[in-house]
């Protein structure tokens, strides 16, 4: 049974962190092959489940040692049924995919969990699309169509909420909050932005956060941004303004590449643990609501300890 769902505790929290950048630690940490980063496909077999559980035990740590919530996502931002079929699967197998994923983070939750660290288990989904370049855009009824398989099967499952990551265009995101308040679970969208903190369509940040709330009378529990560094998007935030007060969230890259050179780059980008944390602080100043703190590309647990011990000890 979902413990949070009527219940977000990251709305109230001072600190609550997220995971890091799962594909990209799997790949260059633990030397797994991921073709089309598809983590969930690590499901399937004992070797790469005791990966995907190293990999969560390490950031739900984090959070015990910190005396903060987490919020845990399922490995599944390629589970959507285009992308299992690229894996070889068929799209019934979708339904145990997602369950299976809950499942490994509800053994997380028991393990770490107790009354200063809270942990949320989110149903992970990704885009349709690249996640960087957005082709083949979806209207609101098609988007909400595709999703609407997978959100209502994390509905049925101790999932607390889903998260959308990577959405590059307003319609996507929409189609995905309306499949979760069909299934009546809690939704987060998280937008990922270009070198001039713009989507990949060029709408801009605010436009797109607006354009989402007016859609589905602000049905999001909250925003994101993931999958770009601070530097890109840092100075299109808006304290004033109320889309500004709707970002909640940071996963930020460790990387300050574009997309277009972290396509072409053969080595990881790692960065550095304690300049990305300054970065975070330097958010958090911006936006004070800032409360859910992760990475993407290019980090690990390495970069979400140091940004959980400036912003604890901040």
Same mark, same amino acid.
């Given at each position: ?40 496909? %690590? %499901? ?6 005791? &990966? %995907? ?36 699967? =068929? =799209? ?47 209207? =609101? ?20 909420? =889903? ?96 997309? &277009? ?14 300049? %990305? ?38």
């Amino acid at each position: 049974m979902a413990r949070y769902r009527d219940h977000l505790p990251q709305l109230e929290a001072d600190v609550f962190l997220t995971d890091g950048g799962i594909e990209t630690s799997l790949i260059f940490d633990d030397g797994i092959d991921l073709p089309d980063f598809a983590a969930f496909t %690590l %499901l399937d077999d004992a070797d790469g489940r005791a &990966a %995907l559980t190293r990999y969560f035990d390490s950031y739900a740590a984090i959070a015990r040692r910190d005396r903060v919530g987490v919020v845990l996502e399922t490995p599944t931002w390629r589970a959507s049924p285009d992308w299992v079929v690229r894996r070889g699967y =068929v =799209v019934d197998d979708l339904d145990r995919i997602h369950r299976d994923a809950v499942d490994l983070l509800v053994e997380i939750r028991r393990r770490h969990e107790n009354s200063q660290t809270p942990v949320v288990i989110s149903g992970c989904v990704g885009p349709r699309g690249d996640g960087y370049h957005p082709d083949a855009l979806m209207t =609101v009824g098609e988007a909400r169509d595709y999703h609407s398989g997978g959100i209502q099967t994390y509905a049925d499952t101790p999932a607390d909420l =889903v998260t959308a990551v990577t959405m590059t265009y307003p319609d996507e995101a929409i189609g995905i909050a309306e499949a979760a308040r069909a299934a009546a679970i809690p939704a987060v969208i998280s937008f990922t932005v270009e070198t001039d903190g713009r989507l990949p369509t060029g709408q801009s940040l605010s436009e797109a956060i607006d354009t989402v709330d007016e859609a589905t009378g602000r049905y999001p529990a909250y925003y994101m941004v993931n999958c770009a560094h601070p530097s890109h998007f840092a100075d299109v935030l808006d304290p004033v303004e109320p889309w500004g007060h709707r970002i909640m969230g940071i996963r930020a890259n460790a990387s300050k590449l574009s997309h &277009a050179e972290l396509d072409e780059a053969e080595e990881l980008d790692s960065g550095d643990p304690d300049e %990305l944390a300054s970065d975070y602080l330097a958010l958090r100043r911006i936006l004070p609501g800032l409360t859910v703190l992760g990475g993407c590309c290019g980090t690990n647990h390495r970069h979400i300890a140091a940004i959980s011990s400036a912003c604890v000890a901040a």
